[in-house]
């Protein structure tokens, strides 16, 4: 069973035992994920109950969780809260899922500034989502062409953007290859589409982009029952698709770390 590294779990309900969590991991061959904090209503008291109940658990596991604050950009004082978590608490990042706010907004720049400040990454959704009513109309890839202005915000787009996957590759194109943004944006394969669209999606990503481009996410859990099959899957992809054993290790595993800690992104 390969190791993995997971950039995208979600704090479930109940689950507030990092020892529990541990245990999880070790027995899914999981060494370290980011974890995001529950959902929380769109008020700065309620972000910064959700968030300080993430740095809990993140404190006690010895360096293999990550902690991401969930958050809405656009609550009043959420910059001041985005320092807190970073510097205060100790998290690694944050976030966000566009929900009646575009990321191209004026009113967003505080957060970039803040995010470039402070060298910290931020994953945000993208693409189609199953719940909150219509807001997909708010998470295409294309939108967040935007943080070509901020050099130094590593981010990364949860789904390979589906269904505008060939957006989503197009923009990564923009930051490797068109700018020579090595290292600022990375696509996060997390599932959401079906297998025929994320096997064509992944075809066209190892043939276009850098492997170190791609990250794996499972939007599951190692606690979840199914999940290490829910991770073959895109092991088997990668196998069918002819990916060298290398490029494996890199998308599931060894890029987690460019992410999360990779030196400030330049332009060559």
Partial sequence: METINDCHVHMAEGVRDACAILK??????????ILFSPEAEDTLDATREATD???????????RLHGFA??????HGITGEIRRAIEGLGLAGIKMLPKKWYPYE????????????????V??????????????M????????????YPNVR?????????????????????WL?????????????????????VDAMRKALGYLPPNALMYGSDSAPWRDGYRDWVRTDFDILQELGAAPATVRQVMHDNFHEFLKGAAPTTV
């Avoid at 969930?70 to 609550?75: A, D, F, I, M, S």
């Avoid at 269904?163 to 923009?174: M, N, Q, S």
């Fill in 138 to 149: 708010y998470c295409r890839p294309a939108f967040y062409e935007v943080l070509l202005e």
């Fill in 178 to 198: 068109g700018h020579g943004r090595h290292g600022q944006m990375y696509v996060d394969i997390t599932p959401g589409a079906p297998r025929a669209w994320k």
């Fill in 70 to 75: 969930r958050l809405n950009p656009t609550v």
């Fill in 123 to 136: 994953l945000f959704h993208s693409g189609i989502l199953w719940g909150h009513g219509a807001s997909s």
């Fill in 53 to 63: 109940a993430l740095a809990r658990i993140v404190k006690e596991a010895h360096g």
């Fill in 24 to 33: 999880a991991m070790d027995a899914a061959a999981v060494d370290e994920i």
């Fill in 106 to 121: 004026d009113r967003l720049r505080p957060v970039y500034e803040t995010l470039s400040a402070l060298g910290a990454p």
């Fill in 155 to 175: 981010f990364a787009l949860a789904h390979i953007g589906w269904p505008w996957t060939d957006e989503c590759l197009a923009l990564a194109g923009r930051f």
